[in-house]
C-alpha cells in the first residue's frame, strides 16, 4: 500500500489503521491530531480507520516546550 504522509511518499506491505499506521513510524499517538484525506480523525476511532492505497493523511503531533 503506497500512501502519502505529510507530503512524504509511504510504502507499507498491507492497509493499516491509523494506529499503526502511526506506531509504525514509531509517533505517540497520544500526541496526535490526524487528518485522513482532508477528514479530522478522532483518537478513538485511530485503530478503526483504515487508511488505504493512494491515500493521504497529515500527522501533526504536539511538543511541549519552555
Do not use: Y
Not at 24 to 52: A, C, G, P, W, Y
Amino acid at each position: 500500500m503506497k500512501c502519502i504522509i505529510n507530503g512524504d511518499n509511504f510504502t507499507f506491505d498491507k492497509a493499516l489503521s491509523i494506529q499503526e499506521v502511526i506506531q509504525e513510524l514509531d509517533l505517540d499517538e497520544t500526541r496526535m491530531i490526524v487528518e485522513h484525506n482532508e477528514q479530522l480523525i478522532q483518537r478513538e476511532q485511530f485503530s478503526k480507520h483504515k487508511v488505504t492505497d493512494e491515500d493521504r493523511l497529515e500527522l501533526l503531533e504536539f511538543v511541549g516546550g519552555g
